[in-house]
T-cell receptor, first 109, second 117 residues
Framework: KQEVTQIPAALSVPEGENLVLNCSFTDSAIYNLQWFRQDPGKGLTSLLLIQSSQREQTSGRLNASLDKSSGRSTLYIAASQPGDSATYLCAVGRDDMRFGAGTRLTVKP | GAVVSQHPSRVICKSGTSVKIECRSLDFQATTMFWYRQFPKQSLMLMATSNEGSKATYEQGVEKDKFLINHASLTLSTLTVTSAHPEDSSFYIC?????????????FGQGTRLTVV
């Protein structure tokens, strides 16, 4: 059974700092890996989707990488802003997606 | 991208009553949809797979008689929480694959916050 782990569970940084969120998964036979943002009490906002044949995807200040063979992905956030404060979820699969527990990010002004 | 609409976004109901949540794919057809549940401060867990024209498949530990799923058309799946109890209070969210190819993205509804009092 696929298990997804996210480290750290929580992270607090000052505004402007670059940061890295980590995601690992136990079964490397995946089709997709997706990063989401979830604000308190809200639904999911899709940030980046990486297909298994891809190594990375970029959108604005976000860059996600995928190392399928080692079962790892990272989400890099450049020049963090207070508005980036949210919980970031990593999920693998497409249909029956398996989610990590998330990293709760706080960016302090 | 494709849009999945989920309704209602928030519902409060009395213990013992039933609540229906709708999940619609607005601009594409979905023969399969997925229902997830998220308890406070926990991550999303897959509850069941909704299959158009056939029975839903449930994850281990999810009571199929309590969480009724109906996928009556290619654009609509419903989840009915029957005889709701306070422990059913949770955030429920659905998803639908954007296409048949396994590499296409899954799109999520806005979620439904259920509170049973």
């Amino acid at each position: 059974k696929q298990e997804v782990t996210q480290i750290p569970a929580a992270l607090s940084v000052p505004e402007g700092e670059n940061l890295v969120l980590n995601c690992s998964f136990t079964d490397s036979a995946i089709y997709n890996l997706q990063w989401f943002r979830q604000d308190p009490g809200k639904g999911l906002t899709s940030l980046l989707l990486i297909q298994s044949s891809q190594r990375e995807q970029t959108s604005g200040r976000l860059n996600a990488s995928l190392d399928k063979s080692s079962g790892r992905s990272t989400l890099y956030i450049a020049a963090s802003q207070p508005g980036d404060s949210a919980t970031y979820l990593c999920a693998v699969g497409r249909d029956d997606m398996r989610f990590g527990a998330g990293t709760r990010l706080t960016v302090k002004p | 991208g494709a849009v999945v609409s989920q309704h209602p976004s928030r519902v409060i109901c009395k213990s013992g009553t039933s609540v229906k949540i709708e999940c619609r794919s607005l601009d594409f057809q979905a023969t399969t949809m997925f229902w997830y549940r998220q308890f406070p401060k926990q991550s999303l867990m897959l509850m069941a797979t909704s299959n158009e024209g056939s029975k839903a498949t449930y994850e281990q530990g999810v009571e199929k008689d309590k969480f009724l799923i109906n996928h009556a058309s290619l654009t609509l799946s419903t989840l009915t929480v029957t005889s709701a109890h306070p422990e059913d209070s949770s955030f429920y969210i659905c998803s639908a694959p954007g296409g048949a190819h396994v590499y296409t993205e899954a799109f999520f509804g806005q979620g439904t916050r259920l509170t049973v009092v």
